[in-house]
Structure formats: structure tokens, C-alpha cells
């Protein structure tokens, strides 16, 4: 019978928190806290491992414009989508990220709102390339105008493809 064993303390003067399983026959063992990896096909989870290797983690502030409602005709809304570039990375593909609003603490998603007033909104999303990471605004103005804003951001970029450390 397999005994699977979830150990979170100190190994080796080192907090660690494992979860792994023990043969039939090996119960009590733990094998895989002395020689994790000689022992990665019995190991769901190891601190000791970094399982989202982050290569790059920094800061930035967008500014957005203010935009009127549609002076000509204001029963019909203004929408339109930019891009801005906020960050160079020249990786040469284009990688896993994670944008977050720096202050709210708020994961901005594919259509994530940033700004409402009443009917008028504005939409934020992160998009990459080879080269570049973009913000992409979108946003919409039917009887309010929005007013110009500044959003702080964090964006943590993640290793491709990802490494398994030497301990």
C-alpha cells in the first residue's frame, strides 16, 4: 500500500514543505526528502523546486489620455483600441507574463476594466511578441467622458522553457 506523506519543516537547517509518496515496503522511508531528484516520479510537490521560474519582475506606469464624448453626436459612443509599448525584452519568442495592477493588487486578464463612469469604460490587457510587451486599451464612451488616469504596474515574465535547479 503507497503512504503519501505531506512533511513541512526543517530539513538540513532549511524550512521545506513536501508532498510525496512512499512505496508498499517503504513506508516511514521518506526517501525523497534526502534525494529529491533521484526520487522526481514520487514527488507531487517540493519546495525545494521552483516550479514558476520568473526571469524578469518590474515595475512601470501608463498613462491613459482623457476621452470626450462624441461632441458631433453624443448619442453615438466613441470606441476605439491602442497599443503601447512598456516593456523591450528582445527574447527572441514570445514569452509567458503576467501583468498586475501594482496597486490594487488586481491579475489584469484579457478584458480586464480599469476605468468606469456610468456607460463609459476602459479595458486593459497584456499582449507580447518577440520583442515587445504591449498594453492594449480599449475603450468606450457613450454620454460621460473618461478622464485621463495613470495605472502602476508589475509584470513578471516567466523562463522558457523552464529549468529544474540543482540542489
Known amino acids: 500500500m503507497t503512504t503519501n506523506v505531506l512533511y513541512a519543516g526543517n530539513y538540513n537547517g532549511s524550512p521545506l514543505v513536501s508532498i510525496f ?3 508498499e515496503g517503504q513506508q516511514g522511508s521518506n526517501i525523497p ?3 529529491p531528484t533521484q526520487y522526481l516520479d514520487r514527488i507531487y510537490f517540493d519546495s525545494r523546486f ?5 526571469v524578469y519582475f518590474g ?3 501608463t498613462a491613459y489620455d482623457a476621452i470626450p464624448i462624441n461632441s458631433a453626436n453624443p448619442t453615438v459612443p466613441l470606441r476605439s483600441t491602442t497599443f503601447k509599448t512598456t516593456v523591450i525584452h528582445n527574447s527572441g519568442y514570445a514569452p509567458a507574463a ?3 495592477d501594482y496597486d490594487s493588487r488586481e491579475v489584469i486578464g484579457a478584458q480586464t476594466y480599469i476605468q468606469t463612469v456610468n456607460q463609459s469604460y476602459r479595458i486593459a490587457a497584456l499582449h507580447m511578441d518577440t520583442e515587445k510587451f504591449y498594453i492594449r486599451e480599449r475603450y468606450y464612451v457613450l454620454g460621460d467622458a473618461l478622464p485621463a488616469i495613470t495605472r502602476r504596474y508589475a509584470i513578471g ?3 522558457h522553457p523552464a529549468t529544474v535547479p540543482s540542489l
Open 21 to 23: 509518496s512512499n512505496p
Open 33 to 35: 526528502l534526502s534525494a
Open 50 to 54: 521552483q516550479y514558476f521560474n520568473i
Open 59 to 61: 515595475t512601470f506606469t
Open 98 to 100: 503576467i501583468l498586475i
Open 157 to 159: 515574465v516567466f523562463q
